[in-house]
């Protein structure tokens, strides 16, 4: 089929991707970029870091200039639109602000924060995902001196090391045994627990939350009404004192839009399931022509690891959104999406980067961080080299993500990390 219009639901990294794949692979039909906020496409990963901890309020850190999408790139951006529904059939992508027809559609929506009962309304509750969330979350850090994180995976982390830069005292909530269990294994994430203890932030594991207390703002003899939080009541019956509070308790991938439609969703999150090109699969299993999708929503068979996967990564949603672009475009000449995944997080000063697979064989920890390096730490799968933590060694884990990609034997793993340790 012809593609005169292509449609990418999603102003995020992946669907910026996506656009400026599209012109790059020579494709000079029209191009429509919908996004739900009203911003202009822009970056994620500062809002829970640098930015918060700037000594001026947020600049919102957009990804490109409207007069380069728009002149440049000679794309329709309709922001302000979020999507309502899908009908395949007819390729009608509806939207709060209309409907919108599509020869292709490039679903990259990304995922929203995921909340705790009991937060809805109550002032000094905040998630981090969008903009707005940081311009909040900067001006309570700077009016606040109890500061409770709920959970203790990167987002959690970030914001808890922003305070204590900021002088204040912060405490992590996590229910799981050890930080980032999820994203590093147990072991893994009990090695990043030392980080927290060594800048003065109380973690607090193996217990969940059970609610909040609230109380009415005053200022000076004037109560607002506002309800604000006060505490954090944890499942062992203890209370927390806090005057701000940040979820970061994971993301839910935005699809809800897409229950009524013949767009396969994963039964545990609500992704889109995808086939290995990232063509967006039908209820019925098959490729559904002309959907495709990337980036937090595509579920995937990532044939380097044998596994389906979901990742929340800025590099692998940029990945995912540019190949989803081109197959989309392509004549039925696809390439298959596979990777090793990587990210980064940044804590106290120090970096955090892990590239490859966690939940594996055997975790070697080949390096524990001291005055002269970084820690180094090896997943095995097998015999093969799966996955790699380093904090601090930033020059090394490019060179282990190549290794990783070749599929290198854990024997070649350990040496190299021998000899550059």
Not at 55 to 78: A, K
Not at 111 to 117: E, I, S, T
Not at 207 to 227: A, Y
Request: hydrophobic share 45%; with cysteine; net charge negative.
């Amino acid at each position: 089929m012809s593609i005169d219009h292509l449609v990418v639901v999603g102003a995020g990294l992946a669907g910026i991707r996506a656009c400026e794949s599209a012109r790059r692979e020579g494709y000079l039909g029209a191009l429509t970029l919908v996004g739900a906020e009203e911003h202009l496409p822009y970056d994620r990963p500062p809002l829970s870091k640098e930015l918060l901890m700037g000594p001026d309020e947020p600049v919102i850190p957009e990804l490109r200039e409207r007069e380069f999408l728009v002149d440049e790139l000679g794309i329709e951006i309709r922001t302000g639109a979020p999507a309502v529904g899908l009908d395949v059939e007819s390729r009608k992508l509806a939207t709060a602000a209309g409907d919108i027809g599509y020869d292709a559609l490039i679903i990259a929506v990304g995922a929203h924060a995921r909340r705790l009962p009991g937060s809805d309304g109550v002032g000094g509750i905040h998630t981090v995902r969008t903009y707005a969330d940081t311009q909040s979350i900067w001006r309570a850090l700077r009016s606040s001196s109890r500061v409770v994180v709920v959970g203790a995976g990167f987002i959690g982390a970030e914001v808890a090391s922003a305070a204590r830069k900021l002088g204040l005292s912060a405490t992590i909530v996590e229910a799981a045994p050890a930080p980032l269990t999820r994203s590093l294994g147990i072991e893994g994430g009990a090695l990043c627990a030392d980080l927290h203890a060594a800048n003065g932030t109380e973690l607090i594991l193996g217990v969940g939350v059970e609610g909040f207390r609230t109380g009415i703002v005053q200022t000076g003899d004037l109560q607002t009404g506002e309800s604000r939080v006060t505490g954090v009541v944890l499942s062992d019956g203890r209370v927390l004192d806090a005057d701000l509070v940040v979820v970061g308790v994971g993301a839910i991938p935005s699809t809800q839009w897409l229950a009524d439609s013949v767009v396969a969703l994963n039964d545990r999150d609500g992704g889109v399931e995808c086939d290995e090109y990232l063509a967006a699969l039908g209820v019925d299993g098959t490729p559904i022509p002309g959907v495709w999708a990337a980036g937090d929503v595509a579920h995937w068979p990532n044939g380097l690891f044998d596994r389906r996967m979901r990742l929340e990564h800025w590099t692998s949603a940029a990945e995912q959104g540019a190949l989803a672009a081109r197959n989309a475009l392509s004549d039925g000449d696809l390439t298959a999406y596979q990777t090793v995944p990587y990210f980064w997080s940044d804590w106290y000063g120090a970096r955090l980067q892990f590239v490859g697979v966690p939940h594996t064989d055997e975790l070697l920890v080949q390096h524990r961080a001291d005055k002269t390096g970084g820690t180094v730490v090896l997943y095995r799968e097998a015999d093969t080299l799966a996955g790699v933590l380093t904090i601090g060694r930033p020059d090394l884990i490019m060179k282990y993500r190549r290794l990783v990609s070749k599929r290198a034997s854990w024997a070649d793993g350990v040496a190299f990390g021998a000899a550059h340790c």
